[in-house]
């Protein structure tokens, strides 16, 4: 289940905060929902754990352990996952994920001892806000408000010590089903992909037809309604979120089986609110290697044989480029008639470089795929730097041979190259290269070089 979703508990905590304190918008229920989307869409250092356990028809299907930890940019998510299969022994799965703001680290169980990186847009938040997300809080918001005029007085009360109970039997208002439904919708759309606006009216797939029962549920539901939920908030001396436990009952239409019903308990906890630390990723901490560090430690020596002679020029301009030709596991052509041809060349290490080359093989672009420069934030580039010199005349020099290598005609009009921004990241350090044309006529140059560990020309373009 590579789309797994963030988090089971945390989904169904979404679901039942924006159904358990229904209340007058000027009680301190009203206020707590507010509290409560902070917490979860807001906050910048917070803590939270929790469990679940989901049945489908009476039979469990699935039990989740998470936790979730929030420090600034930097998040962890652990995700633990168990259930019976269909021939008595127990499923695990699950995964940890680990988030700096720029990249993401992640260890599933069903791969023990590697990590595998990928690029994140910047958040601070556990739970990703979005336009579709802040609609549903404001639709959350207005349910609040009004909720007197459906609910009736008896639905929520509160105790002496503060604690609000939430209970609804049977009879679940239609407004409430919608968005019920609305919510489940949207998280199958965020987490598992799932169209719904595609989807077909008269789907007749059955929920054992598929692999898991949770995409089973999700791909053969077509709307889904509040049966029953109970929910108990304890609240700390501020009235903030502290404990949040209680159980569901969901009716999941379906085309092929009519109605089905899903049960969830749950039990969530906050705490370590502007305490909560996550260090930055390192895989001593997790025991773990990367994908492209287990994949070149497999021996291989990469073969040119059968390469035509634009692949080969491509080939050597990956060399030239400071490039492992050993470490390539992937290779792809595509002509583009009289315009030349691309080629590309994709890593054990993760890299991927694409060649642009005319008719006469002569370089004109050279692009790169979820490189880390491209997914760095603001904060971490230095425009207009001052650079040793030494270094400086080094990836020059490197650039100067590469390109008299692939295009020389280049350097018939550019004489010089400046830099124009540099990245630093940890131990590796890039910088970006611009070189004017001399000649009204001519193209200028834009290189991006990767200055430490080693020299290593990532991107190149005379366009």
Not at 46 to 59: H, M, P, W
Not at 98 to 116: F, H, I, K, N, Q
Not at 232 to 247: A, P, Y
């Amino acid at each position: 289940m590579k789309k797994l979703i963030l988090s089971l508990t945390a989904l169904m905590l979404v679901l039942f905060i924006c159904f358990s304190v229904f209340a007058d918008s000027n009680t301190p229920a009203a206020e707590l929902y507010d509290s409560l989307v902070k917490t979860l869409f807001y906050t910048e250092n917070v803590t939270l754990t929790g469990t679940a356990k989901f049945s489908l028809d009476g039979i469990l299907f699935k039990n989740a352990e998470i936790t979730l930890k929030q420090d600034g940019n930097r998040t962890f998510r652990e995700l633990t996952l168990k259930g019976p299969k269909r021939d008595g022994t127990t499923q695990k799965n699950g995964y940890t994920i680990v988030t700096d703001g720029t990249s993401l680290y992640l260890m599933e169980a069903v791969t023990p001892g590697v990590y595998r990186t990928g690029g994140t847009t910047e958040h601070t938040s556990l739970i990703r806000r979005s336009i579709e997300a802040e609609q549903l809080i404001g639709l959350g918001r207005a349910l609040v408000s009004h909720a007197d005029l459906f609910l009736g007085t008896d639905t929520l009360t509160e105790t002496p010590e503060g604690d609000i109970h939430f209970e609804l039997k049977d009879n679940v208002p239609d407004l409430l089903n919608a968005a019920v439904n609305n919510l489940f919708q949207f998280a199958a759309r965020r987490y598992f992909d799932e169209d719904y606006d595609n989807a077909s009216a008269d789907n007749n797939t059955r929920i054992d037809d598929y692999e898991t029962v949770t995409h089973g549920i999700l791909f053969t539901a077509r709307t889904v309604s509040l049966k029953h939920a109970s929910v108990t908030i304890k609240r700390d001396e501020n009235g903030l979120l502290q404990h949040l436990e209680g159980e569901a009952s969901l009716n999941v239409e379906t085309c092929a089986e009519g109605l089905r019903q899903v049960d969830v308990m749950f039990q969530v906890n906050v705490k370590d609110a502007g305490k909560t630390t996550v260090k930055r990723f390192t895989p001593d901490d997790y025991g773990v290697v990367s994908e492209y560090e287990m994949a070149a430690a497999e021996p291989r020596n990469f073969s040119d044989a059968g390469l035509n002679d634009a692949e080969l020029k491509a080939l050597k301009g990956l060399t030239s480029a400071g490039f492992d030709r050993n470490m390539i596991v992937y290779t792809g052509y595509h002509s583009k008639g009289e315009e030349g041809c691309v080629v590309s060349f994709g890593g054990a290490e993760g890299w991927e470089e694409t060649f642009l080359l005319t008719a006469d093989e002569k370089l004109t672009g050279m692009t790169s795929e979820n490189a880390e420069w491209q997914t760095g934030s603001a904060d971490q580039f230095a425009f207009n730097p001052e650079v040793n010199k030494e270094t400086d005349e080094k990836a020059k020099a490197f650039m100067t041979a590469f390109i008299q290598e692939m295009n020389p005609d280049v350097l018939k009009t550019v004489k010089e190259f400046k830099m124009e921004w540099l990245y630093e990241r940890y131990d590796h350090v890039y910088a970006q290269y611009i070189g004017e044309s001399s000649d009204v006529n001519g193209k200028d140059v834009t290189f991006v070089v990767r200055i430490s560990p080693e020299l290593r020309i990532e991107f190149f373009s005379c366009e």
